[in-house]
Structure formats: C-alpha cells, structure tokens
C-alpha cells in the first residue's frame, strides 16, 4: 500500500508564506514526477508545479517566481516553498506522483491540505 501524506497547510496572511510537505509511504521502488495541484472553492483543479526525478521543474505562470518545488530523493519527500502568498492563492492542495512499486507505475494522490490566505 503507498500513500501519499500532505502537511504543513493553514491560516496566512497575504504576503507570508508556508511550506508544504508530501510524505510517500509503502513499498516504493521509486518516484517519478511528482506533481502539486490546487483547487479554489467553485474552480477546477490546477497544476500549479511539478519536479521530475532528476529535478526539472515546471510552474504555473500564476506562481512562477512566488513557489519553490523541490524534492528529497532519499526520504521520498516532496515540497512546495509558497512566498509572497495572495488571496488568489487560496485552494485545497494536493499532491500527486508517478511511482513505481515492483514493476508497474501507479498515480497516486494525497488527501490534500488546505491553505487560506487573507487580505
């Protein structure tokens, strides 16, 4: 079984910033691309950045330059650096990943951790 934890979600004000954490468990091979989504209330779920294996990244033009992605190989852990956080930046987020288990890929998602920014 794998599971994907987020952590590290809340309360900031507009201009402050949080980490968050996703944590996979089980028995993992490997971890491919690991991806973090958001969802605003009445709005669909985003990309807002993903990180390969070997560390390229990718960012949504509405977090490029505020957000961070990085990862740490070894712990099976991925995060997501959020500065200079907006209102607008709002949304349940999730993460997501490609990982390997004996000799398939399986997508996994976490159960998402809520940020809220106020004005």
């Known amino acids: 079984q794998v599971q994907l934890v987020e952590s590290g979600g809340g309360l900031v004000q507009a201009g402050g910033s949080l980490t968050l954490s996703c944590a996979a468990s089980g028995s993992i091979l490997s971890i491919n691309v690991m991806n973090w989504y958001r969802q605003a209330p009445g709005k669909q779920r985003e990309l807002a950045a993903s990180i390969t294996r070997g560390g390229s990244t990718n960012y949504a033009d509405s977090v490029k330059g505020r957000f961070t992605v990085s990862r740490d190989n070894a712990k099976n852990t991925g995060y997501l650096q959020m500065n200079r956080l907006k209102p607008e930046d709002t949304a349940v987020y999730y993460c997501?990943?490609?990982?390997?288990?004996?000799?398939?890929?399986?997508?996994?998602w976490g159960q998402g951790t809520q940020v809220t920014v106020s004005s």
């Open positions: 997501n990943a490609d990982i390997i288990r004996y000799s398939s890929t399986k997508n996994y």
